[in-house]
């Protein structure tokens, strides 16, 4: 099902390299999240966009990067500097002012 | 600050038993409440939103502010029901980010 896509579904990465995931969305939706899910932590927001060239920090962005340079994409890439990057990562995006988010599949990352 | 407890990691039931899966919130504020699901192999999605007052797949919640809960209930569990609950609030006004809780594993045995 369309909406909102993410790839890979699984990549593994060494230790020390940067990795890109990819999130893109044909929602329409302004806004755009980023959260990691680890066992019983629940969802953490690393980043989120409402428009385009703008985004802002979420509860654990350390080690983390994004940018929003069109409105359907908003790639997430786990730098070096993330002491545990292994996690699953969803990407979600929403209207402004409704709170209902749309998820994407996932990216499973696993750190070798 | 905005903080969204689910005390139960880990709920199991019989098919056919009653389901209440436990949510509290802090919040300065009126805070809009939602239950997102996540289905084996699916990907995560809404289950219903406080302010629509729908029931969905025969779940309801209702929010009770003077105890500061919005716990999800079904009257006869399902064995499709089995699935990962998190429950999540947000403000109502401008941009809102969502706070999910940690998650309740609901496991429902035939």
């Known amino acids: 099902d369309g909406g909102i896509t993410q790839s890979p579904k699984y990549l593994f990465r060494k230790e020390g390299q940067n990795v890109t995931l990819s999130c893109e969305q044909n929602?329409?939706?302004?806004?755009m999240y980023w959260y990691r899910q680890d066992p019983g932590q629940g969802l953490r927001l690393i980043y989120y966009?409402?428009?385009?060239?703008?985004?802002q920090k979420g509860d654990i962005a350390e080690g983390y990067s994004v940018s929003r340079e069109k409105k359907e994409s908003f790639p997430l890439t786990v730098t070096s500097a993330q002491k545990n990057p292994t996690a699953f990562y969803l990407c979600a995006s929403s209207n402004l002012g409704n709170g209902e988010q749309f998820f994407g599949p996932g990216t499973r990352l696993t750190v070798l | 600050a905005q903080r969204v407890t689910q005390p139960e990691k880990l709920l199991s039931v019989f098919k056919g038993a009653p389901v209440e899966l436990k949510c509290n919130y802090s919040y300065s504020g009126s805070p809009e409440l939602f239950w997102y699901v996540q289905y084996s192999r699916q990907r995560l999605q809404l289950l219903l939103r406080?302010?629509s007052r729908e029931s969905i797949k025969g779940f309801t919640a209702d929010l009770n502010k003077g105890e500061t809960s919005f716990h999800l209930k079904k009257p006869f569990a399902q064995e499709e029901d089995s699935a990962m609950y998190y429950c999540?609030?947000?403000?109502?006004?401008?941009?809102?980010?969502?706070?999910f809780g940690t998650g309740t594993r609901l496991l429902v045995s035939p």
């Open positions: 966009s409402q428009i385009v060239n703008d985004f």
């Open positions: 406080h302010i």
């Open positions: 999540a609030l947000s403000g109502r006004s401008g941009f809102q980010k969502l706070v």
């Open positions: 929602l329409n939706h302004d806004a």
